[in-house]
């Protein structure tokens, strides 16, 4: 009887190790191996990685430490030896526009693309006292706006994108970035290109503050400022996911082809469809600019990790380990959820180019990655390139969204309520076209943002609330936990034996010494 019980004990102690086990990849066995990692950098793509930090803590044991403290600050670091990686929208500057000394790295490195978005204009406008959320812009209008050319939202130019909407007599505030800004760089540059007689300043990392404008440190300064009752009026250039988490609308931009479009994941990919790569992986937008497909959203991108390519300063071929590893996950399985986050996953031409850098990180797998075991959200085991799953079932722009007398009603991003018609226009809907991305996004940023609310004065500055001092910011972004699985069946099961193990052994030993004496355990 004793062995049997022996017996019992040790299968339940196995169930417990497999449980603890499953859905886990083999490298969580080997946690204790990853040495923590730490970058600065990119604020528009920190909402995707601080989602992909807390995954591989929780299921690899990794401890990778960000901090978005801005583009320009993230590739300063990165040139003095102070992080083992940093994130940048844009490359290293040969000539920085405030004159300082050229960025270059004393050792090796390469830069491998992370995720994809879309910098959206984020806004807050009422009409009537009722919230406006399907406000459309042209690019021209949206560079008067930003160099305070237009600085009413009653202009004539705004409501000949708007015949659904009375336009309000009311002064814009544009909100700029205020620290040296990878999102800045991006948008200034579209400008510099599409738009070269209304702006002339070409890529600029440090924007220039508009007379009537405002201006805000990092992402989350910018969409903070514009999220408060005292930002009613305003209006921000902030990556989609900020927009989303905030219950905030952005604008539906007029593209190449005509139609006013929304960033959502879909259009974002495919608009990246026009991208072309660079030699060194950087980024050539101009065919994103000019996409000709009416579903394009026009100021797509995606954002770069800068990785070392040899030993140096503090980086070792054991943070080269943990580095290659984090790269593998975010680039196949964290892009899986790119779109709920506000992103838009890499394609399959993108993830390649991130293999070929993994390879040359010190210490990270030389094989790189196997693009048939990915997992990757925009191609399937065997495809090709030109197969990008979301840009091949990305839906058509509604009718109402196209340039003309009509206007769709439908919510944007984070706000998707209806508007009602108030200008001389006709209205319609966008559901079905692109709005369930959204809807989506909304309710993952809804639970994300419903532990506490936050007050601030008119500089932006934290007043009460549960977050950080200093600036206007939004809640952290997180993803509803999976649920109730195997492994959480298995332990149950293996708690419910250890119990009877524990339990029957005292019970069968008092019946047998009642019964006058005991045989040979």
């Keep these: 009887m004793s062995r049997r019980l022996h017996r019992l004990g040790a ?39 601080d989602q992909w930090r807390k995954n591989v803590a929780a299921n690899y044991g990794m401890t990778i430490n960000y901090s978005g403290t801005g583009s320009s600050a993230g590739r300063r670091d990165f040139i003095q030896g102070t992080v083992d990686f940093a994130v940048s929208e844009i490359p290293f500057q040969a000539q920085p526009e405030d004159n300082s000394p050229p960025e270059v790295p004393t050792h ?44 009413k939202w009653n202009d004539p130019a705004i409501q000949a994108d708007n015949p659904g909407l009375a336009m309000p007599d009311k002064s814009i505030v544009p909100v700029v970035r205020s620290d040296g800004s990878g999102t800045s760089a991006q948008f200034s540059l579209w400008m510099s290109k599409q738009f070269p007689s209304a702006w002339s300043a070409g890529m600029r990392s440090q924007f220039p503050v508009p007379a009537n404008g405002k201006a805000q440190n990092g992402s989350l300064g910018v969409a903070g400022y514009v999220s408060q009752d005292y930002g009613e009026g305003a209006i921000t250039y902030v990556e989609y996911s900020y927009a989303l988490k905030s219950g905030f609308p952005v604008a539906k931009v007029l593209n190449n082809a005509g139609y006013y479009i929304e960033p959502t994941y879909q259009s974002v990919a495919v608009a990246l469809m026009g991208a072309a790569i660079n030699p060194d992986l950087s980024q050539n937008l101009d065919g994103v600019y000019n996409n000709g497909d009416p579903r394009t959203y026009p100021l797509s991108s995606y954002s770069y990790m800068i990785v070392p390519t040899e030993v140096a300063g503090i980086f070792t071929t054991a943070k080269g380990a943990t580095l290659g590893a984090f790269a593998t996950y975010f680039l196949c399985e964290g892009q899986q959820q790119a779109g709920a986050l506000g992103y ?35 191609f399937k085991p065997g495809e090709s390139e030109s197969d990008n799953q979301l840009a091949k079932n990305a839906p058509q722009p509604a009718a109402c969204d196209k340039q003309g007398p009509d206007q769709c009603v439908t919510g944007t991003a984070g706000a998707l ?9 006709g209205g319609g809907s966008a559901a079905g076209t692109g709005g369930d991305a959204a809807a989506a996004g909304a309710g993952t940023a809804a639970a994300a943002t419903a532990d506490g609310e936050a007050m601030y004065d008119a500089n932006g500055n934290l007043i009460s609330g549960s977050t950080v001092a200093g600036s206007a910011v939004s809640s952290p972004f997180t993803l509803a936990d999976t649920g109730w699985g195997t492994p959480q069946l298995l332990m149950t099961v293996a708690a419910g034996m ?15 010494r009642r019964g006058g004496g005991a045989g040979p355990s």
């Design 11 to 49: 299968a339940a102690l196995a169930v417990v190790v497999l449980a603890l086990g499953v859905g886990r990849p083999v490298e969580a066995a080997h946690a204790e191996s990853y040495v923590p990692i730490s970058g600065t950098g990119s604020t528009w793509s920190q909402n995707a990685l």
């Design 108 to 151: 090796g490195y390469a830069y491998m693309p992370i995720v994809a978005g879309g910098t959206s204009f984020m806004y807050n406008l009422k009409i009537n006292g009722k919230r406006v959320t399907n406000l459309r812009l042209s690019g021209e209008v949206i560079t008067k706006i930003f160099t305070g050319a237009i600085s």
């Design 344 to 378: 838009s996953p890499l394609p399959m031409n993108l993830v390649r180019a991130g293999s070929e850098v993994v390879k040359r990180i010190p210490g990270a797998n030389a094989a790189g990655i196997d693009l048939n075991a990915c997992n990757n959200p925009t």
């Design 417 to 425: 309520e209806e508007t009602p018609v108030t200008g001389s226009g």
């Design 498 to 512: 250890l119990l009877v193990a524990i339990a029957l052994p005292p019970l069968f030993s008092r019946r047998l």
